[in-house]
Every structure is written in C-alpha cells, then in structure tokens.
C-alpha cells in the first residue's frame, strides 16, 4: 500500500501516462516522425550553421522516455509543414520534471531554470542529459553517473577537471578508492558563490566539508586525520566560527581541486611553497621571514630550513619538538621557559650538534658561552631578541647571519637601547592593550634591566623610598622621645 505522502505524486504520474496514451491515439506515431529523421543526412540551416536533424531508433529504446511519443515532447508544430520548425518549438523539460533544484543542488541556478536549450549551459537540461539518448545518472553505464563526475563535468568546466586529475583525490579515485570525493559529491553541498550565501557561512561550510571526511569519517580518520585534530580550536578555526570572513579554512591553504600531498613540488603545502600561501593572508610576516638567513636558504631548496608551519604548526598547536635532556642540564636553560616563549623550536635545532656541524655553526649552549649569567639570560631573554633584525615592521621573523646578531651588553642594558626602542616597547603596547595601562606594565614579559624604565615610575619609586625611610626614621625617634619621658 502506498503511504499518504506519495499519493499527489502517483496521481500525477497516472494523470500523465493516461493523457500520453490518450494522445498517442490521434498523434503522430514515433514510426512516422524516424521515416524522415533516421536519415543520416537530414539537417536544417540555423544561424548559418547546419544542424543534423538524424535521430537513432535504437537509441530511443533504450532512452529513459523510450515510452513517450516524439510529440509528447516536440510540440507547436504541423507535422504535414515541411520543414516543421518555423518559429519556437522549444522542449520544456519543466512541463515534467517540475523540481530540478532538489536533484541538481551544486548548479543552484536550477532554480530559475525553464529547461530549454535557450537557457544558459549550466541549466540547460539536454545540454548535460542528452537529447534523445538519455540515461539515468543510477545506471552505471551512464556518462553521467557519479562515478564518471570528472569527465562528465569537466566538458565545461575544463580548467577545473585539469586541476582535479592532479589531485590525490583524484588519484585516490583511480585506485579504486570508495571514499574519494569527486565534482558532485563535494558540490551538493553550499560550497561556492552560486549559492549565494555569506562569505564566513561560506568558509565554514567549505572546513566542515573537508572535516566530514578528514576528521569526522571513522574509516578515515586513522589515514587522513592525524593532524586535523582539534582544528576548529586552532586560531583560524575560531576565527572562522566567530564569522571572521578572512580567516584561512582547508581550501585556502591546500587549493580547491589540485589538492596534492606536500611531498609533490608544485603543491601548494610543499616546504617550499608554504611561506607563499602563508604570505597571502601574513604579507608584512613573509616579507620578513624571506628577508632572513632562514627564507634566503630556503629560496636555495634546503630542507633543514624551518619554514612557517616548524614553528606555528598546521591544523593545530604544533606539538613540542624533541629536545636531549642534556641540553638543559648543559645550558642551564628551564623548559617550561622555553617552550612559554617559544624558544624550544630554535633549541631543538641549534642543539643538534650533527646539524649545526653540517652548516660549521656552534651548538646554542658553546655559541653563547660569552654571555654573562646565562641562566637569567635564558629566562628573560628570547632568542629572536637577539637575532632578528629590529627594522620595521620588527614582526621577529627576519632572522640575522651570526655576525649581525646583538653581542653588546650596552645594546640591550641601556636607556636608549635597542630593544627599548623597538621590540620591548611593542610588547608592552600589546601588554597593556591587553591587560589595561597598570596591569600591562606590571604583567609584562617585556622586562630586561634598562629596557622597562620609566622616567615618572623612577621618580615616583624614589619618592616612595625616601618617605619609607623618613617615616621609619620619624617613628624610630619618637618611641625613643616617649621612652624617655615614661623613665622619668
């Protein structure tokens, strides 16, 4: 029995297949239409073209209306008119198929379409389906089944299909795998501008797209998910889901549909290329880092060089690189130190003896054994402080060849220093936007002696300790005046 809900559909499915038999009677038959129009050379001049009129019968027998009269489509014509087609005669695919929204959601222009070969290519009917040799997209021998998407949708969108056949996605397709996405399966959802949605809705549509698979698919999660954990708790993903519109998601950084692994040299996400992607939303930052020791060798291909994602990670909270106990104990250095500012990645590699031997460059723990009390050093004192250059915009990512790093105590330990000047005044703006004026200058990490001093909060301390001392004075000499009275 069927269920109430399908009833207005078997109704009019009914309606329409009687009113097609009771056509059929008086119409012309699809025999009397295929004597003139199986003949391989009928055609018809059309806007100075020729167009061929031959229709296969064999291919309408095996078509999905192969039910249907020719008429039942092809109307507004005299059949005893030769040529028939003197004005619009036009197929209407919506006389039918009165909702191709629901079934075509990754072309949303669907919705205004009118279904005739006048319409643009994307909602034109035919123009994807076919004319008369039409197949449903279920049957596998179907051009348009989801599983031939790239090439079926590539017909138009050539650009697109060029970049997705590079793609692991692709690749992954190829080898058969079930759970590799192509053109339809990633554009049914709301993903593009066709649909006309808020740019940040558009972001976090596209992340949580990536993540049903990267993250969310249990089949998929050991494979292709270890470094997405926790991607939404990352400062682009809770950009993203506050509605920042110019926070990275997955696309940005890894491109839309040449999605290849970092390990490909034209990737996107290669070692090479990342401070480029990284540069599209950090410009000033990139600019820096290719200035320095560390972006100029990495513009010479080598892969020892720390590029943006060493330090700041990819998906998440880049995990604390591995650094040899006996590197503290020989340093003096405190972990918990270095790792709060940040100072564990330049460690990790300085400390390397083979790899700093490789490029004839001292451990951190012999090239810094001229430093005075290197253990406060160590806790006050980041290595970018020192080894960046502090030229504006002085974002600490253009790090300086040893022999123009800070080595002067008076460069630092002075009114007018250079860290006075520039790094440490920049932290104590950021400290007091963020904490307020009083709570910022007293919560501040920017403190080295000579670089916090303030002119007023020098006077205002002095003050402070020559009325401490005259009130301790003032009161020693009137307990002793008091005392003297009550022995008399």
Known sequence: ??????????????????????VS???????????CHSDNDITMEKNGRTIKLTV??????????????????????????????????????????????SKHMWHPSMARANGTKNSSPDVNCANCHGY?????????????????STEFCGKCHVNEKKDHIQSEHFSQANAHNPNSPNCIFCHKNPITKGWNVQTSKLKINQERLCLSCHIHNASLESQYSKSLVNYENSVHGKAILKGNQNAAVCVDCHGTHKLQKSTKPDSWIHQFNVPNVCGKCHDKVSTEYMASIHGQALKNKNKDVPGCSYCHGEHNVQQVPDVPHEVFSKTGMKFNVIVDNKMVFCVACHSDEKLMSKYKLATIEKAHQWIPSQKVH????????????????NLSHNILPPDRTVKKCEECHAMNSILMTTLYRHEKQLSREKYGFINGTILSDAYVIGTTRNVYLNAISIGIF????AGIFTHATLRFVSSRKRRK
């Not at 008369?132 to 031939?148: C, E, F, L, Q, W």
């Not at 020559?466 to 001392?469: A, P, Q, R, V």
């Open 466 to 469: 020559i009325l401490t001392l």
């Open 1 to 22: 029995m069927y269920s109430i809900k399908f009833l207005p559909n078997l109704l009019l499915s009914s309606f329409i297949s009687i009113l097609f038999s009771a």
């Open 56 to 101: 296969k019968k064999h291919e309408i027998a095996k078509s999905v209306h192969s039910k249907l009269l020719c008429v039942n489509c092809h109307t507004g014509f005299n059949a005893d008119d030769i040529p028939h087609k003197t004005g619009k005669m036009e197929v209407n695919c919506m006389d039918c198929h009165s909702n191709p929204k």
């Open 132 to 148: 008369h040799k039409i197949v449903s997209p279920g049957d596998p021998s179907s051009p348009m089944n989801i599983a031939y």
């Open 378 to 393: 160590w806790e006050t004192v980041r290595c970018v402080d020192c080894h960046s250059s502090h030229q504006p915009p």
């Open 25 to 35: 009677i008086f119409a012309q038959s699809n025999d009397q239409c295929l004597s």
